[in-house]
């Protein structure tokens, strides 16, 4: 028998089911203050999160373990054992940002965008191949499995975990935001920067501030015609609208009981897009069902039940429980929408969608007659027909937001089945691709017989990874994307992911939206974004109603295929790797042999910057909601870039992603602030420009630079929410390498800013009503207080801030210039928490 760390008689009767796992996890490592203890609406204190598991992608996992590697290098520096830097808590790395839709709408896609893959990233993987032979707790998923929280849904997820003769929740942190989709099956679990995983791994707690929890009540049920993704984009509004940044949201009401986990999942995986730390869902029948549906063993489906049980942690509709703040959201009243063309809140409802999406259009053509083009896509006809200003040129179903929803992938299977029996066909121009969270999809697709029909329509499966939702979509079709450069044309990206930021999805494409798989293959069919998909025809008198499965179709679909082998099948050799994967030449040794690669590189984040903020200069000046994407290089690195350059005249031809070489910090620190969208109030152009010292306008890297070599400290000022989006650690990596030292905003990110104190980089916050005047033009003197405050004074004026070291861990943190100093300085004197 597992023993347990008892909750009755302990966790008041009211607590939130997410409090009460939080509450087991610090009575377990004894760390339990009285605030939660004793908890009730409005009560506040600090928080030490021990995790259950570390959970990793490949983009954010490399940079961890070189920096881990790194690590090694300065304990062996000590005199110190290198082995002490090891992780003693699992970690579970998938590799599935790395694939590109290079190659779509052919059999072959998956084969060549894979091979590619492997030849792009031969070296990373190499390098995660040690990481796996030395790190004693890692496991590695290998490419071609699926997306990570997929995977971590239909398979790695233990909901309860057993250990050491223990039994206690699975608390996941992961280093992706989106980790909180497997909320969804009860599992506690949010998203958190690199450097606090790596502290993770190595046995450190993650400080916070205990979060309010806003409970959610769902009541009604879905209309007909309505998805799982249409009441995710209504959450994403109604939530962003009321308010819930670094707060826990739990969902509670009646409409649970008829609510799956596949639908809860979608709900969860947008937790970060709506701003809360964690979206969870409590454990019931309902879970149950879907554990035993994916395969799990008995025993463990009978351990959740008896542990939630037990412990007040099954969803109980009579429970009194309390929260900080309430919210209702009625089922029935959510309609089909997507969600553009800039944020995923910006919900439009189908009956608004074209007049939201003409309002986006510049003055100029809608239409290209084909007698300007250049030359013939090769599709069989030209594309340029019907190219002008809101055409839409992708068309992806990605993402695991909804690839893990088979409800709403049959659908878009079935859709496809009747459009191509009445002789449609996706539009020349628009590029498709079929980028699913697991092979799990692929299966049913087969076994239903709707593959054949979206491959029909171009959908051909191009990999299984996150692709087109974090932006690897790719080149657009040549002669398109001709044609978007020359006209300077206003196109549309349609996806089924969970982000659309400006350019995320693909830098020709200006306006992005999120949509339900069907949908995307509707806009496919219709080929133009203005176009009002309720009342105008799709093609050739086809209206989308003629061809929009019936709920009753898509069930009968999902009780014929929808087997637990399938999901037997699909993980049985999880961690084996292809041939490919298994004859990489990987090194050996307790210490990583750094060499002149361009993807490696070991960095040094253990020489303490200055302190002094005496005399600073902005390096940027920049406005409200600048997303990681915008901090943090990312996509395809451009050979006329700063870091395209550098690379250039290393000798490299395959200059790859930033994303593949986030393990050299010395092209991510010249690609920082790279967006081509970045607007910099410094300066009058768009793009990764801004001031040096000498007044001219050069590239942020190389005046970062002649600060640096001036003496100069520098700093970053900015708006509202700083940082939003994806949980980069290069997004506070790149500016401390760049020597910033302090940030000053309006409000931050949840995430970045722990990535900003993880990296030594001070995070201030303007009261209410400052800042507004802080242009970034003048010298600014920054004087911190012992209250944690601070003030900002800057040609004549005087503004206010806020430390925003939220907690004693912070602090020390700062105090040792970041995370990765205070640990090795703790593991070399012996201590691990």
């Known amino acids: 028998m597992n023993r347990i760390q008892p909750l009755a008689g302990i966790a008041p009767d009211h607590l939130p089911r997410t409090l009460r796992i939080l509450l087991e996890n610090a009575l377990r490592h004894g760390t339990a203050s009285e605030a939660l203890r004793s908890w009730s609406p409005g009560v506040t204190g600090e928080l030490e999160v021990h995790a259950s598991r570390v959970f990793l992608h490949d983009t954010n996992g490399v940079p961890v373990l070189v920096d881990l590697a790194a690590m090694r290098d300065a304990m062996v520096a000590l005199g110190k054992d290198p082995a002490l830097v090891d992780p003693v808590i699992p970690a579970e790395l998938v590799v599935d940002h790395s694939v590109i839709a290079d190659v779509f709408g052919r059999p072959d896609a998956l084969r060549v965008n894979v091979a590619r893959e492997y030849e792009r990233n031969a070296e990373r993987y190499r390098f995660l191949r040690w990481g796996q032979q030395t790190f004693r707790q890692l496991k590695v998923v290998p490419p071609g499995a699926g997306i990570m929280h997929q995977i971590n849904l239909e398979h790695l997820a233990r909901v309860v975990e057993e250990r050491d003769g223990w039994a206690f929740p699975d608390l996941c942190l992961g280093t992706d935001s989106h980790t909180t989709m497997v909320n969804g099956l009860g599992v506690l679990g949010w998203g958190i920067g690199g450097i606090d995983a790596e502290a993770a791994m190595l046995g450190q707690s993650v400080s916070m501030v205990l979060p309010p929890v806003v409970g959610v009540s769902l009541v009604g049920a879905l209309p007909a015609g309505s998805t799982a993704t249409d009441l995710v984009l209504t959450i994403t509004e109604t939530l962003r609208a009321h308010g819930v940044v670094g707060k826990l949201v739990e969902f509670t009401g009646p409409a649970l009981a008829g609510l799956p986990v596949t639908d809860r999942a979608t709900i969860a995986n947008m937790s970060p897009e709506f701003g809360s730390t964690a979206a969870y869902f409590p454990i019931d029948q309902q879970t149950l069902n879907y554990l035993t549906f994916t395969n799990r063993p008995p025993q463990k489906v009978a351990l959740v039940e008896s542990y939630a049980r037990r412990q007040g942690l099954w969803h109980d509709p009579t429970a009194n429980l309390l929260y900080d703040e309430y919210v209702e959201i009625d089922l029935s009243t959510v309609v089909p929408a997507i969600a553009g063309p800039r944020r995923p809140n910006q919900r439009l409802p189908l009956t608004h969608a074209k007049q939201a999406a003409e309002a986006e259009l510049p003055p100029g053509p809608r239409m290209i007659a084909a007698g300007e083009r250049k030359q013939p896509v090769g599709h069989g006809e030209l594309a340029g027909g019907g190219i002008g200003h809101g055409a839409v040129v992708v068309a992806a179903i990605t993402s695991c937001t909804n690839t893990s929803n088979p409800a709403v992938m049959v659908a878009a299977g079935l859709l496809a089945k009747k459009a191509v029996e009445r002789g449609m066909g996706s539009r020349p121009w628009v590029k498709t691709t079929l980028s699913p969270g697991s092979r799990v999809v692929m299966d ?47 196109v549309a990206a349609v996806l089924s992911g969970n982000r659309n930021f400006e350019g995320r999805i693909q830098s020709d494409v200006k306006l992005n939206y999120l949509a339900s798989p069907p949908l995307v293959i509707a806009y496919a069919l219709a080929g133009r974004i203005d176009t009002d998909l309720l009342t105008e025809p799709l093609a050739d008198g086809v209206y989308l109603r003629d061809l929009w499965p019936e709920r009753s179709e898509i069930d009968a679909v999902l009780q014929d295929v929808l087997k637990p082998e399938l999901f037997e099948h699909a993980y049985d050799d999880l961690f084996t790797g292809d041939d490919r994967w298994q004859h990489l030449d990987a090194p050996h040794g307790e210490t990583f042999a750094w060499g002149n690669s361009t993807y490696l590189q070991q960095p040094d984040y253990f020489t303490k910057q200055t302190d002094n903020l005496t005399g600073t ?97 520098i700093v970053v000022v900015a708006g509202k929410e700083y940082g939003t989006g994806s949980s980069r650690d290069w997004a506070a990596k790149g500016p401390a390498l760049l020597g910033v030292r302090a940030v000053l905003a309006q409000s931050f990110e949840r ?8 990296l030594g980089i001070l995070p201030l916050e303007f009261l209410p009503g400052e800042g507004g005047g802080l242009t970034g033009n003048a010298p600014i003197d920054i004087e911190l207080h012992d209250d944690n405050s601070a003030t900002a004074r800057s040609a004549g004026r005087t503004y206010r801030l806020k430390v925003r070291l939220d907690t004693p861990r912070e602090h020390a943190y700062h105090r040792h210039g970041g995370v990765l100093p205070h640990v090795l300085q703790e593991l070399s004197e012996g201590h691990t928490t």
């Open 617 to 713: 200069r902005a390096l940027v000046r920049l406005g409200d909601s600048v997303t990681t994407d915008h901090l943090s290089p990312a996509g395809a690195i451009p050979r006329d870039s700063v870091a395209g350059r550098y690379l250039q005249d290393l000798g490299a031809t395959e200059l790859n992603t930033y994303a593949s070489r986030r393990g050299n910090h010395e092209v991510m620190m010249r690609g920082t602030f790279g967006n081509v969208r970045l607007r910099n109030q410094l300066v009058d152009v768009e793009g990764p420009l801004t001031r040096g010292p000498d007044g001219t306008t050069t590239s942020i890297y190389d005046a970062a630079m002649a600060y640096r070599d001036a003496g100069v400290p």
């Open 444 to 490: 049913y697709l087969q076994a239903a017989g709707l593959t054949p029909y979206l491959e029909k329509l171009g959908f051909h499966l191009t990999g299984f990874g996150c692709m087109t939702c974090i932006g690897a979509s790719g080149e657009l079709i040549d002669d398109v994307a001709e044609v978007v450069r020359e006209q300077d044309l206003t």
């Open 751 to 758: 995430i970045h800013r722990s990535n900003l104190v993880g």
